[in-house]
């Protein structure tokens, strides 16, 4: 019972201060695996890729893959409504009292202050996926400052910055290409790790 209580609290935490969206609760599912030992980072970055390629929010997608990994078809279902629970208080909260204060001038100005803070989060998670999916780059959370160290010789994973820089490329100025769903893309991508395993690149 201890163990779905405390996934009910630490996906209740993620959802509620994770403001910008499911890419913001990477940082918080950073913390929530160093400090609980229940998936390392590099399993993190296995569930962002498995959220990403399945329907739905990102950020619910998470929670209920970290349930399933800490306590089944249970911890699934409670991390997730964990997750959504404080959505649905603030949301409602909102709704109710916006009308009244959304010409108010401190609730413009909170807004202000919420924007840049949610894309902070946002960037800082983009940067350690990046670090972690691109380079042999090492992030250890330790005291106030992170430390990087390096895994091997090589800096760049120049398999994955490959794929990444095509994809880039195919998504933003080929006109037929971006066009596609990105469910091909990512199914593309998997077909790719596949050749590279085995070709032992």
């Known amino acids: 019972m201890t163990i779905y209580l405390q996934l009910y609290w630490e996906f209740f935490k993620t959802g509620l201060f994770a403001i910008g969206g499911g890419m913001a609760t990477l940082p918080f599912l950073k913390d929530i695996g160093a400090s609980t030992g229940w998936y390392t980072y590099s399993d993190l970055m296995n569930m ?21 990994l800490v306590g089944g078809l249970p911890g699934a279902v409670i991390a997730t409504l964990g997750e959504v629970t404080p959505s649905i208080i603030v949301i409602l909260l909102i709704a109710v009292l916006l009308k009244n204060f959304q010409d108010n001038q401190y609730v413009n100005w909170a807004f ?34 992170n430390t990087f160290g390096l895994e091997g010789g090589q800096i760049f994973n120049l398999p994955a910055l490959a794929l990444a820089a095509v994809l880039l490329v195919l998504t933003n100025w080929v006109k037929k290409v971006k066009e596609w769903h990105p469910i091909v893309f990512i199914g593309l991508s998997a077909v790719v790790g596949v050749i590279f395993h085995f070709g032992g690149v």
């Open 112 to 145: 202000y202050g919420l924007r840049p803070a949610s894309t902070g989060l946002i960037g800082g998670a983009c940067v350690a996926v990046m670090l972690e999916v691109l380079t042999f780059v090492h992030i250890s959370a330790g005291g106030i400052v």
């Open 48 to 68: 962002l890729a498995v959220s990403e390629s399945t329907p739905g929010p990102i950020g619910i997608n998470m929670a209920t893959y970290v349930g399933y």
